[in-house]
């Protein structure tokens, strides 16, 4: 279980377009899931929050209208890069929380990742 | 917020031998401390962690050690084998039982290299 997907796993576009990213909590329902971006050979940096059914929480620095960021589900949440320029070009990660069995704490589940190229 | 520190950025060890990853953190109110293993283009994944209530947790060769007061823990990997061979970070992040809502701090990730 905790199962968490990503499509597309990687994606090459032209400066300029947008580029949905979809995070699906495969079997379980996740009232939160986060976004983070990884350049090569760096740390994760936490991008913002999603909450189903409200409005992102982003981190400082992070240009909301710029990453926009819906989760209109308790399985799926989208990070759309809008107006993607060669700097937006990363590695976006999601992540989905969950409270396993058993357990008294929900654990964070991360999904594989997709490559982002802006040529 | 909460400032994660990890160090060493490499460690080169042989096969069999130990390796040991330090992380420290800024907010005394952290109380969740998890490890991430990720191999090249991949996910990151849980190999273990530490609630602040706990100063010590092992898992077959692996274990973690948390000091509250000095607001340190650190990674342990025994007998290390090729296969251990990744990035692997630290995080810390403030939770509590029954919210979902907290987020994790990353450390900048220690490379390590277990040579055959």
């Known amino acids: 279980g905790a199962v968490v997907s990503q499509h597309p796993s990687r994606v090459i576009c032209k400066s300029g377009t947008s580029v949905k990213i979809e995070c699906r909590s495969l079997?379980?329902?996740?009232?939160?899931m986060f976004w983070y971006r990884q350049f090569p050979k760096q740390s994760l940096m936490l991008m913002a929050t999603?909450?189903?059914?409200?409005?992102?929480?982003?981190e400082q620095g992070v240009e909301k209208d710029k990453f926009l960021i819906n989760h209109a589900s308790l399985t799926l949440s989208t990070l759309t890069v809008t107006s993607a320029h060669p700097e937006d070009s990363s590695f976006y990660i999601c992540s989905a929380s969950v409270r396993l069995a058993g357990s008294s704490y929900n654990e964070q589940f991360f999904g594989p990742g997709t490559r982002l190229t802006v040529l | 917020g909460e400032n994660v520190e990890q160090h060493p950025s490499t460690l080169s060890v042989q096969e069999g031998d130990s390796a040991v990853i330090k992380c420290t953190y800024s907010d005394s109110a952290s109380n969740y401390f998890p490890w991430y293993k990720q191999e090249l283009g991949k996910r990151p994944q849980l190999i273990i962690d530490?609630?602040?209530?706990?100063g010590e947790k092992k898992d077959q060769r692996i274990a973690v050690t948390l000091n509250k007061t000095a607001k340190h823990f650190s990674l342990h990997i025994t007998e290390t084998q090729p296969e251990d061979s990744a990035v692997y970070f630290c995080?810390?992040?403030?939770?509590?039982?029954?919210?979902?809502?907290?987020?994790?701090?990353f450390g900048k990730g220690t490379l390590l290299t277990v040579n055959p």
């Open positions: 999603s909450n189903e059914g409200s409005k992102a929480t982003y």
């Open positions: 995080a810390a992040s403030i939770r509590w039982s029954g919210g979902s809502n907290y987020k994790l701090t």
């Open positions: 530490i609630r602040s209530n706990v």
């Open positions: 079997d379980f329902q996740a009232t939160t």
